[in-house]
Structure formats: structure tokens, C-alpha cells
């Protein structure tokens, strides 16, 4: 667990299935947890020993259910998805919906994004002067040299046309909301120089941020 600002801590776990190293993140002063994933049952010992415990998840879009499962078995804390996504859930998995412009706890507000998915969303921590983001926009590269930009092609149904959606997205977002830094979902966060970042990609007409 690192604090990157204020109140806002970062940790990343392998997933499970997909075998890479994903990012999650913690605002502690108000016990909201971003798709959170977790190591092992004895990790949640850690938030249960916070001053506040978690209150509420927020999911980034329905792919990072993760462990929110167990947060909400031990802690009785909503899941929030956008509601484009519920049908991803099964039974026992409840979730709560949200829409594009909604206030969330710990003063949370989502945002439109949806070029990759209807549900990907951006979520607005104004408080940090933060936007985090799912899968529309992540980094790669190797270690001191990443950098952002979209995922390979293939994980695309119409490449060209999802990466002009989340371009002119990003720029939506850069005008409508003032933040500098990035908490991406894969990649870890971009702190300081994420906005300067963002719109450096969309005047470089987009780019991939690595290759599988």
C-alpha cells in the first residue's frame, strides 16, 4: 500500500486470471475503495483496522468486480457499477447502478468515457483533482519509461472507431474537469503530470500503450 495524495493510497495484486499485475486504489479518509483486488482473505484485516472502515466500491466498469465480493461480505459495503454493466453480474454478486453525471460517495462523480465498453467509465475524485480510469486508457512499457495510451488492437472490435470515440472522450473530460493526475486501473497512477500527459496523447492523435 503507497499514499500517492492526500488520503488516497494505491496497491496493486496479480490478477487471477489474467495473470498480470492490476492497480486498485483507497481513499481513506472516507473508506471508498476502487476495484479493489486482493491478495488473500487476511488482506481485508488491514482496511478492518482502518479509522474508517470500507463504506463503499466503486468499479471503474463491470470487469473489475475483483474482490469486492469479499469487502462486501465482510464489511456490508455497496458495490457501484454503471448500470450498462449489470448484466455481467451473476446471482449473489449484488451491485448497485449508477449513470453518467452521478454523485457517488466520498464525493465521487462519474463520467462518460463508454468507447471501449458502454459501461467504462471515468470517475472524477475532486477532492485529489484526480480521474480514474478502467480500460480506455492505461500505460505500458517497461519499468521508468511508461507511458499512456490505449490497449492492443485486438482487445478492439473496431479499433479506429473506439480509439476516435475515446480521443474525442478524453478531450470532453480535460474540458470539463479540472484534474492533473491519472489513477489508471493497468498501469498504477500518473501523479503530477497526468493531465499535461492526456493531452499530449490526444495531440499525438492517440497511441498504443504496449504490445501482447
Known amino acids: 500500500m503507497e499514499r500517492i495524495l492526500p488520503d488516497l493510497d494505491?496497491?496493486?495484486a496479480s490478477h487471477p486470471v489474467l495473470g498480470i499485475e492490476v492497480s486498485s486504489y483507497w481513499r481513506d479518509d472516507v473508506g471508498v475503495l476502487f476495484d479493489p483486488l486482493v491478495s488473500s482473505q487476511g488482506d481485508l484485516d488491514w482496511f478492518a483496522a482502518r479509522p474508517v472502515p470500507p463504506s463503499a466500491i466503486l468499479l471503474s466498469n463491470r470487469h473489475h468486480f475483483r474482490s469486492s465480493?469479499?469487502?462486501?461480505a465482510r464489511f456490508g459495503c455497496p458495490v457501484f457499477?454503471?448500470?450498462?454493466?449489470l448484466h455481467e453480474f451473476i446471482a449473489g454478486q449484488q451491485v448497485r447502478p449508477f449513470a453518467v453525471g452521478d454523485h457517488l460517495p466520498g464525493g465521487v462523480v462519474a463520467c462518460e468515457v463508454g468507447a471501449i465498453c458502454p459501461d467504462d467509465t471515468a470517475l472524477y475524485l475532486p477532492a485529489q483533482r484526480a480521474?480514474?480510469?478502467?480500460?480506455?486508457?492505461?500505460?505500458?512499457?517497461?519499468?521508468g519509461?511508461?507511458?499512456?495510451?490505449?490497449?492492443?488492437?485486438?482487445?478492439?472490435d473496431d479499433p479506429a472507431a473506439t480509439k476516435a470515440r475515446l480521443l474525442a472522450a478524453f478531450g470532453?473530460?480535460?474540458?470539463?474537469?479540472?484534474?492533473?493526475?491519472?489513477?489508471?486501473a493497468h498501469g498504477g497512477p500518473v501523479i503530477g503530470?497526468?493531465?499535461?500527459?492526456?493531452?499530449?496523447?490526444i495531440r499525438e492523435g492517440g497511441r498504443t500503450a504496449f504490445t501482447l
Not at 81 to 85: A, I, L, M, P, S
Not at 145 to 154: K, M, S
Not at 193 to 201: F, I, N, P, V, Y
Request: with cysteine.
Open 10 to 12: 494505491w496497491w496493486t
Open 193 to 201: 503530470t497526468g493531465r499535461a500527459q492526456l493531452e499530449d496523447l
Open 131 to 143: 480521474m480514474l480510469f478502467a480500460d480506455g486508457l492505461v500505460a505500458g512499457g517497461p519499468a
Open 69 to 72: 465480493g469479499e469487502f462486501a
Open 81 to 85: 457499477c454503471h448500470r450498462d454493466g
Open 172 to 184: 470532453r473530460l480535460l474540458e470539463a474537469c479540472d484534474f492533473e493526475h491519472l489513477l489508471l
Open 145 to 156: 519509461n511508461r507511458q499512456i495510451g490505449f490497449v492492443p488492437d485486438v482487445l478492439m
